[in-house]
């Protein structure tokens, strides 16, 4: 009951920004490392009234500073109202609305829905994870493993990846959530970003990588935990705990 009504939350979310766009990325302005524009503070507001109908708990976003002060409850709503602004502001399809209901620390339920894609990736503990109704099932190819990440080509942490393992394939994509999303479902076999990583980036598609039998880690190979700091040093997720090894090792001390 809760995971279909919060794909339909996130789903027509991501429908109603994706129709008022133009009105809702002009003047956009970069605060540190993030551009914000009036789409996210718009889409935050939706989330707020919609969750609060499904279920009234907690709310942590990333639009929402004031809910990071605070010790964390037992039970919350983790947003990332829109994840990949920047691809949202450029017209690059790479950008989500998503949801996960966190329970002691963990995802139990999440939601995640790239409009420009239509795509609509669902899990709940337990359950499996699904891409429009079709279940997920990680799989992996040591011979053939394709990297992906958000530059055109290789670039940084990514470059050295595709060279030390020797990668066969490249694959460009836009927000962190949609890069593990397609992990997930095979699109992928490996992502890896040695930047600081905020858990509304990847608590709700931790889950979706979870249930369909893939990999996610801190980048020196240790699980995470939304614990403690928002804030996580790095991300690695894989179709294989053994390219999460290897990872580690290489780059686990950056």
Known sequence: ??????AEIVTNIGKNIRIKKHSLVQNGEWHGSQLKTKADIFAHNLFVEKLNTLEKIPIISEEDYRT???????????????DGTRSLVDGYPGWVTQAALIENGYPVVSAIYAPD???????SVGNGAYLNGVKLTSKYDNNNI???DNYAKPHGIAYKVMKDLNCADYIECGSISLKICKVADNTADLFVKDVFIRDWDIGAPMLILNESDGFISNLNGSPIELSGSFEKKGV?????KSLIYKVSRLYGDL
Do not use: C, G, V
């Not at 990071?68 to 829109?82: A, E, G, K, N, S």
């Not at 690695?236 to 294989?240: F, K, L, N, V, Y």
């Open 236 to 240: 690695i997720a894989s179709t294989s």
């Open 117 to 123: 894609l239509d795509q609509l990736y669902t899990a």
């Open 1 to 6: 009951m809760i995971q279909s009504k919060l």
């Open 146 to 148: 394709r990297l992906i």
């Open 68 to 82: 990071q002060i605070f010790l964390r409850p037992d039970r919350y709503w983790l947003i990332d109202p829109i």
